[in-house]
């Protein structure tokens, strides 16, 4: 079970701080990321953690403004979102892969579950 919070409604310029926490049965952990989905888009890529190794991803819309980051032990991870624009306005989901399927950590597919969502609203 995947819990997200740290949602709200902020300023452009500003910044937010999500937090995504990982519970129930012990699993391996191979990854977890951040995708997000705004009104009538797709869901798109905005960062993720290859939990081995600790190595970040990033897409390319948030690329040098968010930061990922996670707390192995926990099973947390942390979105620092700053610099915030109201083009970064969608529900924001985690994911976490448990079963280490092939393919890139960029891919949706990759993650086995999902949280509920959290809304990011930056108004201009």
């Known amino acids: 079970q995947l819990q997200a919070s740290g949602g709200g409604l902020v300023q452009a310029g500003g910044s937010l701080r999500l937090s995504c926490a990982a519970s129930?049965?012990?699993?391996?952990?191979?990854?977890m990321a951040w995708f997000r989905q705004g009104s009538g888009e797709e869901r798109e890529f905005v960062a993720a953690i290859d939990w081995l190794r600790g190595t970040p991803y990033y897409g390319r819309s948030v690329k040098g403004r968010f930061t990922i980051s996670r707390d192995e032990p926990e099973k947390i991870i942390d979105l620092q979102m700053n610099s915030l624009k109201p083009e970064d306005t969608a529900v924001y989901y985690c994911?976490?892969?448990?079963?280490?399927?092939?393919?890139?950590?960029?891919?949706?597919?990759?993650?086995?579950?999902w949280g509920q969502g959290t809304q990011v609203t930056v108004s201009s």
């Open positions: 994911g976490i892969d448990v079963t280490g399927d092939a393919g890139g950590f960029r891919y949706p597919e990759r993650y086995d579950y």
């Open positions: 129930g049965r012990t699993l391996t952990t191979y990854g």
